[in-house]
């Protein structure tokens, strides 16, 4: 059974930073390719970013785009995500997630085999 434990949500100002934590136990966290989703109130949960396997790729929706950063660290069994230049829209439960299948369809939820429990971000104005 895989696990994946979130951290490093809070509470930050608009124009602030924050950095994502999510560790990944059960399995050789090397053998999949990682994605960061995130749900608002009454929204459907959005892709945000991805991470092949080895870290050499990587996949971003366009509203993060040059304000998030995916990485990963496969010694600690980890994927981060750097949130900079926050902003109130930005606020929601952010949820990791791990893909045995190939790089492909990062966006899709369904694609995904596990899911962690989610932590919140709230960015104030």
């Known amino acids: 059974q895989v696990q994946l434990v979130e951290s490093g949500g809070g509470l930050v100002q608009a124009g602030g930073s924050l950095r994502l934590s999510c560790v990944v136990s059960?399995?050789?966290?090397?053998?999949?390719?990682m994605g960061w989703f995130r749900q608002s109130p009454g929204k459907e949960r959005e892709f945000v970013a991805a991470i092949n396997w080895s870290g050499v790729t990587t996949a971003y929706a366009d509203f993060v785009k040059g304000r998030f950063t995916i990485s990963r660290d496969n010694g600690k069994n980890t994927v981060y995500l750097g949130m900079d230049s926050l902003k109130p829209e930005d606020t929601a439960v952010y949820y990791c997630?791990?893909?045995?299948?190939?790089?492909?369809?990062?966006?899709?939820?369904?694609?995904?085999?596990?899911w962690g429990q989610g932590t919140q971000v709230t960015v104030s104005s």
């Open positions: 997630a791990a893909r045995s299948g190939p790089w492909s369809n990062m966006g899709l939820k369904r694609n995904y085999d596990y």
């Open positions: 059960g399995r050789t966290f090397s053998g999949y390719h």
